[in-house]
Each structure stands twice: as C-alpha cells, then as structure tokens.
C-alpha cells in the first residue's frame, strides 16, 4: 500500500544532551529524540549522519538505551573511523540528524524464561536495552579486551553480570567464551542473545550448538544505505536443510539474525 | 511552469529519476517520500536468472564519496516481475528496468521477457565495474557496444536505454557506438572504477577490491562527459553521476541532459531525489523557465 504523507519516515534533526568518553575511545551520546523512544525494540540501530558534508554516509548505531519518559535515546559507539572521531568531538546542545529505528531487533522471550546475554566490546551495547527488559532468570556474559564499560549498568537489572577482560585487568582473564566454559549451565532451555565480533559470534554459535541452545546474534557491516535499498551490507544466510546461502541484508533483514543460519567463513 | 520531459516517446511528468542500483525497486524509500513524484524509478539491474552478488564489504567511504562493489545482487527477472511490477504501478510514475547479463544472450532474453510486461522503458547495463562477465567489458568497446546495443534492441519492445561507462579514453566514441546500435537515448555516467586501502590492516577496504565511484566528489567529470556526448550524438541523455541538488541537476540539463536520475544522494537524505524535483521547480520559477527545453544544452 502506498503511504500517506503523515507515515512518511524522515531524518530527523536532534539535539545532544550529553556525550562523554567511558571507556578508551569509546563514547555514550544522550540524543533528545521525542516519540520515537515508544517505537525501539532491543537490537535496532538509529543512522546517524555526520554535520561534515563530505562524510556521505550514515554511520549505522545501535541503540543502548531508551527512556520513554523522558524520550531519550543513548547510544555508545567506539571511534573506529573518521566519521565516529567527528562524533566524539560533538558537544552536548550540538544537532545531529538521524534515522530510525532500524532494522530488526532481537525476539524476545516470553516471561520466566531463562536468557543468557554475551556481549564483547562494541557488540556489548545493544543488550543493554534488552537486559532491562527481560524477565525471568538473565545471565550477562561481557567481554572486553581492557578496558570494561556499561557493567554496573547491566548490574541495575540483574545480578548475574559476569565479565571477562583479555589482560585480565577486569574480572576473569580470558575470553568470554573461556569465561562461559568457566559456568556450569545446567538449565535445560535457554535463548542465547549476542552480539560482538564475528569470531566471537562463531565461537558462541558453536558452543550454543553444542549446549542445543538457540541463539540470536546481531551483525555488523559496513553499510551505506540503512534502510535495505542498496544492498551494501551483506551477509551469507543459509538454509540450515539444504545448506544453500544467499546474501541477506544486515541493515534490512538483519541485524539479528538466527546464529545458526550464519555462515561464517568470510 | 512545464517541467515535463519527452524521452523516446515516453512522457515523463519531471526529469528525476533514481539511479539504478541506488533505489532497489522503490519500496524501502517508499517509505520515506511520496514515490508518485518522481518522473521515474530506475530499478536495480535484472538478469535472467538470480545472481548472488559479490561478498563483503562491499561499501567504503571517500571523500566526498563512496565506493561500492555489490556485484549485481538481483533476484532474477521472474521474482522481479513477480514482486515489484504490481508494487512500482500503485504509483503514478514511469518504471525504467535496467537489465544485466553475462552474454549478449542473456540481456537479450531478459529484454523479450520484460517485453510481455508493463513497463516503460530498459535501460542496458554495459557498464557495471564489479561483474567480471558482461557489465563493463562490454561497454569499453565500441565494436561490443554497438552490437550488443543492436541485438537486444531486436528483443525489445520498450525503447532502449543504453547505459555508459565513463571508464573509457573516448565516452563519445561509446555514445556513437550505441547511436549506430539503434539506442533510444543514453544514460551516463556509470560509476568510475576506484580503489580504497585500510593501512592499518593493510588490505583494500573493499573485498572485492576495486569497486565504483559515485557521489558528489564524481560530478565535473559526470558533467564533462555528458556535455561531450551531447555536442556528439543526437539522443535524449539521462545525466547522472553526484547530483544531490536541484541546482546540480540544472546543470546537467544545460550540459544536454534530458533527464536526471539522482543515486548517491539518497544515502545522504533519503529524500533527495524529491528535493531535486523541488530544486528544479523553484529555479525555473525563480529564473522564468517556462519549459526545460529553453535550458537544455545551451552551454
């Protein structure tokens, strides 16, 4: 059906509230975004555009945090890049323009259900919206290479936070995969949420596999749209049946995907 | 004030297009303007059959630009007119089908295929970089693009778009290939063949390599090259390559252009091809344009 003017998207121009270092080149930005905080579920991303008019591209962001009372979206991002260094350097009361909410968030459990959340590194922000939102009995796994972020944050919503650190300069000195092998998980049913870099993703898919656990994970890739029209952002999906792949749009049909339809080996 | 453009006996009710591969099929920006005020979508390229695409990353940002090598990811002519046919006709716009192929055989089958369906125009895509079959290896000879041009020509029933590398010594010498082959009119540019290097990883950014050149950045030389092939060859020109503003697009009208199609800009702004449109308008309101034609080609 064609769209009436009213339900249109549109970039949105939004004002900074806050944006602070927390972790090494790593970066929490409160955006005032008004009504559009009702319509986030857990895993979506927002586009965020540079105000440098050579920087063409979104960056794509995944959402932390919302607060629907006072209609603000916070989102932590590492600087990777020209356009993330350009955001780092924004002040609070500063515009940005931006998108969304975008793509497909992760599937929540229905209530008193056990779930098991991994994070590592910049893959660790957007389970934080959905710890706070799951009931039942949730576990938080975190990786970090050093320097931890957003774990007293996962603490307001359960006391299962578990972290481990590369150096060992944080928690358990390790991987987080090494860390979860650490934990008896006698639970007969579990939904596994992660998200993180894609050799971590491959390595929880397996030990999920192994437990006979589903799992969910949320990829990334560089994209240029946002929005599914010009399929820049791939990823192999396979048809776990019959084996056969086709490329599917992270930004699209994505970003969380089934981690056992992922095929891995790019 | 006429902002109505004539292409091949098509009537157009503006000169913005969308650039093919940059659109999809209209639905996902669909949902960011009113897709009925554009003078055409120009859907991604359609071969016979469904072609899987290059792998990742296939998208790198440059200055003032970016880089893509998607590769021609398209679920194949049947799922196309399946799908996005009866979707691009809710709307009061002209549908534009850009056809790839592998072969002289298969762009030919995927003309007389689309010919037994309703749409406005095909445009023939010889000038993709990122395909190591058809695509651009047919678009670098003028012998190959007159003869492709002619063959698929034979096929079509719609009028016949021939779309153009600017990755040639000579674009004119490729535009008059296409004239000899019985093009209806010619669109160009095509993305430049490009390159970006990660050094910290000390690899392309790309997968692929290399990959097209679009955005801003490419515009002079858009511009140049559409200016040329109109002093040239006596077809209706599409001009494309960086457009992000009305004003842009006038100056691609002056340089000869009949019709414009926006791309890049969308990754930009959503919204850019209808602030084109608007662009267009308020130029010719402002400057008493009556109707393109007095603008187009003057320089």
């Keep these: ?266 | 004030m006429n902002s109505k453009i004539t292409i091949a006996g098509v009537e157009f009710k503006n000169p913005v297009m969308t650039a093919s591969g940059t659109f999809g099929s209209g639905r996902e920006y669909g949902e960011y303007m009113d897709l009925n005020q554009l003078g055409a979508v120009v859907v991604k390229g359609v071969a016979i059959t469904p072609w899987k695409g290059n792998p990742a990353p296939r998208i790198a940002e440059t200055y003032g630009g970016m880089l893509n090598s998607v590769g021609l990811q398209n679920p194949g002519v049947e799922a196309f007119i399946e799908n996005d046919i009866p979707f691009l006709r809710q709307y009061d716009t002209k549908i534009i089908v850009n056809i790839a192929g592998r072969t002289i055989e298969e762009y030919c089958q995927v003309a007389e295929r689309l010919g037994e369906v309703d749409v406005d125009l095909l445009e023939l895509n010889i000038s993709c970089p990122n395909v190591k079959e058809g695509g651009v290896a047919f678009g670098t000879d003028p012998f190959m693009v007159e003869k492709v041009t002619k063959e698929v020509k034979k096929y079509s029933k719609q009028p016949l778009i021939v779309k153009l590398s600017p990755n040639v010594t000579d674009i004119t010498e490729m535009a008059r290939a296409a004239e000899s082959g019985g093009a209806d009119g010619l669109s160009l540019i095509n993305t430049l063949l490009g390159m970006a290097i990660d050094i910290y990883r000390r690899k392309p950014v790309l997968a692929m390599k290399v990959g097209g050149f679009s955005g801003p950045a490419i515009k002079p030389v858009a511009l140049r090259m559409v200016y040329q092939v109109n002093k040239a060859v006596n077809l209706p020109i599409i001009g494309m390559g960086g457009i992000m503003t009305g004003e842009d697009a006038i100056e691609f009208i002056m340089a000869g252009a009949t019709g414009v199609a926006v791309g890049t800009a969308h990754f930009n702004n959503p919204r850019a091809s209808l602030e084109v449109v608007e662009g267009i308008q308020k130029y010719m309101d402002t400057y008493g344009v009556k109707d393109l034609a007095e603008i187009r080609g003057i320089i």
């Design chain 1, 1 to 266: 059906m064609c769209l009436t003017k009213e339900q249109w998207k549109n970039k949105k121009r939004v004002e900074i509230l806050k944006n602070i270092e927390i972790a090494q080149n790593v970066y929490k930005m409160d955006l005032q975004v008004g009504e559009m905080v009702k319509k986030i579920q857990p895993g979506q991303f927002i586009n965020l555009y540079c105000n440098q008019g050579q920087r063409l591209l979104p960056r794509p962001i995944s959402i932390c945090q919302v607060d629907e009372k006072r209609e603000i979206l916070t989102i932590v991002y590492g600087v990777v890049g020209k356009g993330t260094r350009e955001f780092a350097q924004y002040q609070s009361q500063d515009k940005v323009d931006i998108i969304g909410p975008l793509g497909n968030g992760y599937d929540e459990l229905k209530k008193e259900q056990h779930s098991i959340l991994i994070g590592g590194g910049l893959g660790v922000p957007p389970l934080v919206e959905l710890a706070k939102r799951l009931s039942g009995n949730v576990e938080v796994y975190l990786g970090f290479r050093s320097d931890p972020f957003l774990v007293d944050t996962f603490k307001q919503y359960t006391n299962q936070v578990y972290v481990a650190t590369d150096d060992g300069s944080y928690g358990y000195k390790g991987t987080v995969l090494d860390l979860l092998n650490q934990k008896k998980h006698v639970k007969e049913q579990a939904m596994i949420y992660s998200c993180g870099p894609k050799p971590m993703l491959k390595n929880i898919v397996k030990w999920a596999k192994e437990k006979q656990y589903p799992i969910q994970v949320s990829l990334e890739e560089r994209m240029a749209c946002g929005v599914g029209a010009c399929v820049g952002c791939v990823c192999k999906i396979q048809n776990v049946e019959t084996g056969e792949w086709e490329y599917r749009r992270v930004c699209k049909d994505g970003p969380v995907f089934n981690g056992r339809e992922v095929v891995w080996d790019e």
